[in-house]
């Protein structure tokens, strides 16, 4: 009886071979799930909500994100695979089958009598091992444009289908490479809009900025050319105390008097914008912008309005930040030290409406230092997957530049892997050979699986790729298009460093920690509890 039992006579206990197999069981039904998705041929998954919002994608975070998993053992994987996509990006779907075909290799050598202990022993000496295959791997010399884009159309075409991934991938890699400019990446300065209209292959890269308002006036003007951008954060209407205060009038002329005085401490911040706008455009063809974090109330807007200048209020403070980094300038918090040196630019500002929404176009900036991408698309689970596979484009994109190295896609890292593993073996001592063994042979779960998502005879292609291999020693992927082995460098198919890097680590930590679970105990305190 379990030690446990003794002390709390309700607690469910699984031992030994019961809780191995609790744990093996939930990996595999967990990789059976997503297997399927894996690579640019994998199926898609429908994701129906309590409420009957549809949700289809491929993206193994949103799909792990977005199910309810109550199994403890398959929520701990789970959790373990977004954290990667967490730290990397991608890679989500790989860790979830990986994790599950290192657990289904030990099994088989278990129930033919081997300790635990001894796989999970091979499957360390294994894993310092591939991470070594994985740095040879990887290129030097640096990435350039061309490279950065293979990487993205080969992030993007796991998520979306290649027509659109091949449309993304220059707008994705462009946005990224532009907010390079200003020194470290980072993508918080590429503004993700989406608009509902026409189709997705209408998406496209903005250098400039997209708000998602329009001015608060019917006569201020709707387009603008060569127009100066005022960026503040400062209060243009009346604004009631911060504290309860009361005002007591003794009579009616002193409560006017107070209303006008409020009324002209606020008009005079309005002429001083004014001033500023005569000063640096009359006599020339520029125009003139303000986009305002705080209100501006409707006196203030017609004061705006019959100077020809546009206001914008209420404007989100992440897109303050991004305006001075688009257009340029400095963001004011005061009306009393403008000059011309703390306006921005922007060539060409006009609004479009769309249904109720208005949307303000700010584009043709001298240096961008921010972008946004503006994703269209017919309905709300287009426009959410795509925003998704953009998502992880740009991450892709910002994992390369930032590891100054890719390593080949398509299966080619894991066959070089299954191969080094196999040419070590007889340098193994003990019985860890045979866990080193276990790990050679489920690390070829992700051709396989890429070879059988695309319709192809999975053991057929590993037998090529690994002829292929012998005969030209290159890294050999799997080509899904026509199931022979292909050199995934020269197709352009090429991974993140880091992702594969992750992945290698973090998959055998999972199942070696899973492989030495011998107890498993649900005993918390709510069982303790009478009448539970």
């Known amino acids: 009886m379990s030690a446990i039992k003794t002390l709390n006579p309700k607690a469910e206990v699984a031992r030994a071979a019961q809780a191995l197999q609790l744990n093996i069981g939930a990996a595999i039904g967990l990789q059976s799930v997503l297997a399927t998705n894996l690579g640019p041929k994998g199926t898609m998954k429908m994701l129906v909500s309590g409420s009957g919002d549809i949700k289809i994608t491929k ?36 860790n979830v089958i990986l994790i599950g075909e ?37 290129t030097t010399g640096g990435v350039d444009r061309a490279m950065l884009l293979n990487v993205s ?12 991934a091949d449309q993304l991938t220059e707008i994705v890699t462009d946005a990224v490479l532009t907010i390079k400019a200003a020194g470290s990446i980072d993508l918080h300065m590429v503004e993700i809009m989406m ?13 400039g900025l997209v708000l998602d ?14 127009a100066y951008v005022l960026t503040c954060n400062v209060s243009l209407e009346y604004e009631k105390t911060e504290v309860n205060a009361s005002f007591f009038y003794k009579t009616a002329e002193e409560r006017e008097m107070m209303v006008k005085a409020e009324r002209e401490f606020i008009d005079r911040r309005v002429r001083k914008i004014i001033e500023l706008k005569k000063k640096v455009c009359d006599g020339t063809d520029k125009t003139f912008i303000v986009i305002n974090q705080k209100g501006i109330d409707p006196q203030s807007l017609d004061m705006l309005a019959e100077e020809g200048i546009v206001g914008l209020r209420r404007a989100k403070r992440r897109n303050m930040e991004r305006l001075t980094l688009a257009c340029g300038g400095e963001q004011m918090n005061s009306v009393d030290d403008l000059t011309e040196d703390c306006l921005g630019y922007a060539g060409h500002v006009y609004e479009h409406v769309l249904g109720e929404q208005k949307f303000t176009f700010m584009e043709d900036v001298k240096n ?17 997957q795509v925003k998704d596979a953009v998502n992880d484009g740009l991450r892709a994109v910002k994992n390369a530049i930032d590891d ?34 276990a790990y050679a042979d489920a690390i070829l779960v992700i051709p396989k699986t890429l070879a059988k998502n695309s319709g192809h005879d999975a053991q057929d292609i590993i037998v090529k790729m690994q002829e292929h291999a012998e005969a030209t020693g290159e890294a050999v992927g799997v080509d899904l298009d026509t199931g022979d082995a292909s050199l995934p460098m020269d197709a352009g198919v090429v991974d993140n460093y880091v992702v594969k890097r992750n992945l290698i680590h973090s998959s055998s930590v999972i199942a ?16 303790l509890k009478p009448g539970s």
Do not use: F, W
Request: charged share 25%.
């Open 404 to 437: 100054d190295c890719v390593v080949p896609g398509a299966g080619a890292v894991e066959m070089a892997i299954y191969t080094h593993l196999r040419s070590i073996l007889k340098d193994v001592k003990g019985k860890a050979r045979l866990g080193v063994e």
């Open 213 to 226: 308002h329009g001015a608060r006036h019917p006569n201020m003007p709707k387009e603008l050319k060569n």
């Open 102 to 138: 290192m657990l289904k290799q030990a099994e088989r050598r278990i129930d033919e009598g081997m300790h635990p202990r001894v796989v999970a022993d091979g499957y360390d000496i294994a894993k310092e091992e591939a991470l070594k295959v994985l740095n040879t791997l990887k």
């Open 195 to 207: 608009m509902m209209h026409r189709s997705e292959t209408d998406t496209r890269l903005v250098k």
């Open 153 to 164: 159309a080969t992030s993007l075409r796991t998520k979306i289908h290649a027509k659109m």
């Open 368 to 384: 961008p230092k921010s972008v946004s991408i503006l994703i269209k698309g017919p309905n709300k689970h287009t426009l959410t």
């Open 512 to 527: 070696n920690n899973l492989l030495l679970v011998d107890e498993v105990m649900r005993a918390g305190m709510s069982s």
């Open 59 to 94: 993206d193994g975070l949103v799909l792990l994100n977005e199910m309810q998993i109550q199994h403890p053992t398959a929520a701990l994987i789970a959790r373990a695979a977004t954290a990667q996509d967490d730290v990397t990006g991608d890679g989500t779907t790989s």
